[in-house]
């Protein structure tokens, strides 16, 4: 240690007083100009992070204004959407209403008109043939409706049977399900609202099919039988996609 503290006694009676401080001089300056140039290179440094900070921040709040904006785009179109799913609610819920409506209508003069047509709230609503592009070839759709507001289901058995001349005297009767490979025979039904009972047949060789008796039996959810007939020529209807296929080929 005491050595150390004599080192600048020796070194100053060695190389001088003046040159001594001469070296003092020199060194401080060496450090106050080494000390100033990391300073200022700290000071870029410090300059450049807080630039680049800065810069990102900016860019953040960019994307949070963007965020917010479509934020706010979405949350109106949101509100525009459900408003107009309110009105359309409400315009269900009105046809809906006037639906009931009607078919209270229609179940109070079909009781006085025609009750035979009528059974435990269920109808026979509709008998619509389809030709098909072969000329014996026929789609069938039968729907069932129920025209009174109910909760539960009702089940029953259908039959449908075609009755055609195959000569001028000569009457017979066809089971159209079984014509239609629709299975089982009658065919048993559950529903609630309507039902929708659809197939294919092909018309047997040599017939002129004259109407189709439509029978429904209900078995649960109402009693009773029900009976239809649907005349032949009134029940078919154009097939649209048969008519494009001619009229694109013409």
Same mark, same amino acid.
């Given at each position: 240690?005491?050595?150390? $503290?004599?080192?600048?006694?020796?070194?100053?009676?060695?190389?001088?007083?003046?040159?001594?401080?001469?070296?003092?001089? !020199?060194?401080?300056?060496?450090?106050?100009? #080494?000390?100033?140039?990391? +300073?200022?290179?700290?000071?870029?440094?410090?300059?450049?992070?807080?630039?680049?900070?800065?810069?990102?921040?900016?860019?953040?709040?960019? &994307?949070?204004?963007?965020?917010?904006?479509?934020?706010?785009?979405?949350?109106?179109?949101?509100?525009?959407?459900?408003?107009?799913?309110?009105?359309? &609610?409400?315009?269900?819920?009105?046809?809906?209403?006037?639906?009931?409506?009607?078919?209270?209508?229609?179940?109070?003069? *079909?009781?006085?008109?025609?009750?035979?047509?009528?059974?435990?709230?269920?109808?026979?609503?509709?008998?619509?043939? $389809?030709?098909?592009?072969?000329?014996?070839?026929?789609?069938?759709?039968?729907?069932?409706? &129920?025209?009174?507001?109910?909760?539960? #289901?009702?089940? +029953?058995?259908? $039959?449908?049977?075609?009755?055609?001349?195959? +000569?001028?005297?000569?009457?017979?009767?066809?089971?159209?399900?079984?014509?239609?490979?629709?299975?089982?025979?009658?065919?048993?039904? !559950?529903?609630?609202?309507?039902?929708?009972?659809?197939?294919?047949?092909?018309?047997?060789?040599?017939?002129?099919?004259?109407?189709?008796?439509?029978?429904?039996?209900?078995?649960?959810?109402?009693?009773?039988?029900?009976?239809?007939?649907?005349?032949?020529? *009134?029940?078919?209807?154009?097939?649209?996609?048969?008519?494009?296929? !001619?009229?694109?080929?013409?």
């Amino acid at each position: 240690m005491m050595k150390f $503290t004599n080192l600048p006694k020796k070194l100053k009676q060695r190389i001088g007083p003046l040159a001594f401080y001469l070296g003092i001089i !020199s060194l401080l300056c060496v450090s106050i100009y #080494f000390a100033y140039w990391l +300073g200022g290179r700290l000071a870029d440094v410090d300059e450049k992070t807080v630039a680049q900070q800065s810069e990102r921040l900016d860019q953040l709040y960019q &994307q949070i204004e963007g965020l917010e904006y479509q934020t706010n785009v979405l949350s109106v179109e949101l509100d525009i959407e459900r408003s107009a799913n309110e009105e359309l &609610q409400a315009e269900l819920t009105e046809l809906q209403n006037d639906n009931y409506a009607l078919r209270r209508d229609v179940a109070f003069y *079909q009781k006085i008109m025609a009750p035979e047509l009528e059974q435990g709230g269920v109808v026979i609503e509709s008998f619509a043939l $389809t030709p098909n592009a072969n000329k014996r070839h026929f789609h069938f759709s039968l729907a069932l409706l &129920q025209i009174e507001q109910r909760r539960q #289901f009702v089940e +029953g058995n259908i $039959t449908i049977e075609l009755q055609a001349r195959t +000569g001028e005297k000569t009457v017979k009767r066809y089971n159209l399900l079984e014509l239609a490979n629709i299975e089982p025979r009658p065919h048993a039904f !559950s529903m609630r609202y309507f039902s929708l009972l659809e197939g294919d047949f092909i018309l047997p060789e040599g017939v002129l099919p004259e109407h189709v008796d439509v029978r429904v039996t209900l078995t649960q959810g109402g009693q009773g039988q029900l009976e239809r007939r649907f005349y032949w020529t *009134q029940s078919i209807r154009k097939n649209r996609s048969l008519e494009l296929e !001619s009229n694109q080929q013409s």
